[in-house]
Nanobody
């Protein structure tokens, strides 16, 4: 399984970006997906996750109400819509696949290469 994240860039505070994560293979719809981020000098942290069907989602408190995770199983793609961006959202964003259809902390088995998001003040 290969995961490729797209859509990062440079944006001013208050702006928006949409990240995409495209997965190879035929089993995308069987697994939960998540987004994580790592800022310089900090550990990687959870951002958002979505279960197999897309019905269940969960978010870090720091992004609730601003970010929305979604997926299109027909396109093997997960998305992260990021609105009202803040300078503290600056990080490399990674997508990951969970090892099952449900969101279980720490149960990620595949990671994509990250995409840089930079938010200026």
């Amino acid at each position: 399984v290969q995961l490729q994240a797209f859509g990062g860039g440079f944006v001013q505070a208050g702006g928006s970006l949409r990240l995409s994560c495209v997965a190879s293979g035929r089993t995308f719809s069987s697994y939960a997906m998540g987004w994580f981020r790592q800022a310089p000098g900090k550990e990687r942290e959870f951002v958002a996750a979505i279960n197999r069907s897309g019905i269940m989602t969960t978010y870090a408190d720091s992004v609730k109400g601003r970010f929305t995770i979604s997926r299109d199983n027909a396109k093997n793609t997960a998305y992260l819509q990021m609105n009202s961006l803040k300078p503290e959202d600056t990080a490399v964003y990674y997508c990951a696949r969970y090892g099952s259809s449900q969101i279980r902390p720490g149960d990620m088995d595949y990671w994509g290469k990250g995409t840089q998001v930079t938010v200026s003040s």
